[in-house]
């Protein structure tokens, strides 16, 4: 399947080759940013030139931001705070936590599911975030916060706990079916880090998970939702984010258009685009536009999350997907010289539960970093 964005056509929108110019746009903001972190601001500790000079362009001379902006990221294995203590120092400006939503950030949407009694996997500061949620301590209900450390165990662990019923200390005899509910946070298969070569992400465990599950029992593993990106329930949370954040800035324009900016095609800019037409059939009131078997979009839970969170305005129109080549995704040698730019993706890396449409791999614009997102983002809002 062709992935293609408009490299020529984004350039050509690309304002301010120097050093931005403070406070020109007087008007307040129609739009906002959803910004992915790895492989677009950062690689592992070290952070991308390009995300210093964007974020100089965001902010005025008090290092205030100008426009609403929020950090989109499958990462699950720290707190919210961390991330904000730490895009704050890579970024050179104050993030608070409000502007950070995690892989798991939109289980605050799941009520339904609060204080349950659960299991949590993963790695990182497991209590502290399971903890953000009302929730309890035995098990009724499966999380899966990202990949574990000791994979092997939680596998273990995990299929134990699905087999019983949730009392993995009995004795295996009927094996129960539907099992237990499970929520999935992230489905990425590759993420990049400091390393040339993508490592594997949470979307790589529960491939094993899956295939480990459907081996012993015949039956295949089913989730009460997934959540991270590319899951719409997960832009939902970040565009109700983005206006919570205009309101408390005082920025009484409503939010019409948001700016996805993103490295990898299969997350960022499918899941952009997915919401795109999420949008798109909501103004039509239309529930599901470009899914299938999508458990999130077919669950009566994430349709009351996605459609009736009366604290979420339905103003904003749009959804753009930016491409960046500074991550995951690379475009060749000669790229910059062609009108398009393209790769051809021979095997689908989405989560199976995800309809494989090429439409939806298909940036609006790529561009080469970060910086280069802004200034297209600026230039089609005709901002300074």
Excluded at 101 to 128: C, D, I, K, N, W
Excluded at 197 to 213: A, N
């Amino acid at each position: 399947m062709a992935l293609r964005g408009s490299l020529r056509a984004g350039r050509a929108l690309l304002r301010c080759p120097g050093p931005p110019a403070r406070g020109l746009c007087s008007r307040p903001p129609a739009f906002g940013f959803l910004f992915d972190v790895d492989g677009v601001l950062v690689r592992g500790s070290q952070p991308l030139p390009a995300a210093r000079r964007a974020f100089q362009r965001l902010a005025d001379s008090g290092g205030r931001l100008r426009v609403p902006v929020v950090f989109l990221t499958n990462a699950g294995n720290c707190l919210r705070s961390a991330k904000a203590r730490e895009l704050s120092q890579a970024l050179g400006l104050q993030v608070s936590p409000e502007q950070v939503v995690l892989s798991h950030s939109p289980l605050q949407l799941f009520s339904q599911f609060h204080q349950r009694y659960m299991l949590v996997a993963g790695q990182g500061p497991l209590e502290e975030n399971a903890y953000e949620y009302p929730l309890c301590l035995v098990v009724l209900w499966v999380i899966l916060f990202g990949e574990p450390v000791r994979w092997e165990t939680s596998l273990q662990l995990i299929t134990d706990v699905l087999l019983s019923n949730g009392n993995p200390g009995a004795e295996l005899r009927d094996v129960p079916y539907p099992h237990l509910p499970i929520l999935a946070c992230n489905m990425d298969l590759l993420w990049m880090a400091e390393a040339k070569m993508p490592r594997f992400g949470h979307g790589t465990f529960l491939l094993c998970l899956e295939s480990i599950y459907k081996k012993v029992t015949g039956r295949e593993l089913k989730y009460e939702a997934l959540i991270g990106k590319p899951s719409p329930v997960t832009y939902r949370y970040a565009q109700y984010l983005i206006q919570q954040q205009a309101g408390k800035q005082g920025w009484k324009a409503p939010i019409q258009r948001l700016y996805a900016v993103g490295d990898n095609p299969m997350s960022d800019i499918y899941g952009a685009n997915l919401y795109n037409n999420y949008l798109k059939s909501a103004r039509q009131n239309q529930l599901q536009a470009g899914l299938e078997r999508s458990p999130q979009a077919a669950s009566p839970q994430a349709e009351v999350s996605l459609e009736l969170r009366n604290d979420c305005n339905n103003s904003v129109e749009s959804c753009e997907s930016i491409l960046v080549c500074t991550g995951v995704y690379r475009h060749s040698g000669d790229a910059a010289g062609r009108t398009e730019a393209q790769t051809e993706e021979t095997v689908f890396h989405g989560h199976r539960d995800f309809c494989p449409d090429p439409s939806l791999l298909q940036a609006s614009y790529v561009v080469q970093d970060v910086d280069d997102a802004v200034q297209l983002a600026f230039g089609k809002e005709n901002w300074s």
